[in-house]
């Protein structure tokens, strides 16, 4: 955890997405003790905000009902890892489809985050869903999917959205103009509520618009290109939104340096 805080320090960002375990693992081993304590006190010393995002193993729609429950436990894991270091919530991908209709798919999906909340009624580290590119058989493409979703979870105070650029764009939702900008906001807004927005994941995307493919690249230099992040960082409905990047890493972060800092720039007025 501390590693997090340094990097975030070192490339001059003050909001950062985490890992609160390794992502291509289902379980981990419990924190050091006072390691969570620390994590905290060092986030508020140095003014900065973190959020956590789920492992990639975690599948909430998983046909197989052995990945189902292995899902089902780590997510019920991390809730409470999450909890521990004080993040407001964790983000995470819908799911594939485990049925015939969306309609049930939405269903079986809703009920599996049901359960796991019920694990720690208390708690009150959130979920954010994330929008999704759309490939194969996952859920959360469409704004009526995430919309759907909210509307069967039952503590909805503890479910937001986490909007990612790339995702959204790959999905069909054309943010590359100012008509197609505004047009996906007002559906977004018209659906889901702009209040459930929790966080932005800033990426611009190396496939074309409907492709429902996800593939992340550096900002401006791909399909989506400056405009979409200038209208972004412009918006005076996002302000406080925090926003994270998710854009290609090289080793020494020099990538994120420069990507931050365009991000920077595009909020500047004309």
Known sequence: MACAIERTLSIGANAAQIFVKNNKQWMAPDFTPGEPAAFRRETDRHGLWFCGHTGYLIN????????????FVS?????????????????????????????EGLDAIADFLNRALAEKPRAKVGIALECTAGQGRSLGHRFEHIAGLLDRVKKPARFGVCFDTAHVFAAGYDLSTPEGYRRTWADFDRLVGLDRLWVIHCNDSKAPLGSRKDR???????????????????????????????????????????????????????
Do not use: Y
Not at 85 to 90: A, E, H, Q
Not at 93 to 102: L, M, R
Not at 221 to 226: A, E, S, Y
């Open 60 to 71: 909430p729609g998983a046909a197989s009902p052995d990945t189902l429950s292995k899902s």
């Open 75 to 103: 997510l019920v894991a991390e809730l409470n890892r999450a909890e521990q270091l004080g993040l407001p919530f964790l983000v995470l991908h819908p799911g594939t489809n485990p049925a015939p209709s969306e309609e």
């Open 216 to 270: 992340h690249e550096h900002l401006g230099q791909g399909c989506l290109g400056p405009g979409a992040f200038q209208l972004l960082m412009r918006d005076q409905n996002l302000l406080d939104i925090p926003k994270i990047l998710e854009t290609p890493k090289d080793e020494n972060l020099e990538d994120d340096r420069i990507n931050l800092g365009r991000l920077r720039s595009w909020a500047a007025p004309v």
